[in-house]
C-alpha cells in the first residue's frame, strides 16, 4: 500500500507559477513510475505528466509542454510538478498517482495507476 498526499495548490494570476508536491509513504518509494492527472469541473481526470522510476524518462500531455515539468525526489519519497506560465485552462484538481513498474507504453492511462492522492485544487484566474 502507498499512501499519497498533494500540496502546493492554489489561486493564482495567468502567467504565474505554482509548485505542487506529493509526498508517498508506505512502500519503497522508487519501486513506482509517478504520475501528475489533473481533472477539471465537467471534463473526465486527464494525463498531465509522468517521470520512471529512476527519474531519467518523463513525457507530458502536449497542453502543458515545455510549461510545466515533473521531477522527484526518491531520497525524499516526493515527486514535483512545477508550473510555470499558468493558463485558465489549467484550472483544475491535480493527482498525483503511483504506478508499480510496467510497460511504460501503458504511461499514459489511468487504469495503470493503483494508487492516488486526494487531490489538490489549482485557480488560475484570467
Known amino acids: 500500500q502507498v499512501q499519497l498526499v498533494e500540496s502546493g495548490g492554489g489561486l493564482v494570476q495567468a502567467g504565474g507559477s505554482l509548485r505542487l508536491s506529493c509526498a508517498a509513504s508506505g512502500r519503497t518509494f522508487s519501486n513506482y513510475d509517478m504520475g501528475w492527472f489533473r481533472q477539471a469541473p465537467g471534463k473526465d481526470r486527464e494525463f498531465v505528466a509522468v517521470i520512471n522510476w529512476s527519474g531519467g524518462i518523463t513525457d507530458y500531455a502536449d497542453s502543458v509542454k515545455g510549461r510545466l515539468t515533473i521531477s522527484r525526489d526518491n531520497a525524499k519519497n516526493t515527486v514535483y510538478l512545477q508550473m510555470n506560465s499558468l493558463k485558465p485552462e489549467d484550472t483544475a484538481v491535480y493527482y498525483c498517482?503511483?504506478?508499480?513498474?510496467?510497460?511504460?507504453?501503458?504511461?499514459?492511462?489511468?487504469?495503470?495507476?493503483?494508487?492516488w492522492g486526494q487531490g489538490t485544487q489549482v485557480t488560475v484566474s484570467s
Open positions: 498517482a503511483a504506478s508499480s513498474l510496467g510497460n511504460w507504453y501503458y504511461r499514459r492511462g489511468l487504469d495503470r495507476y493503483a494508487y
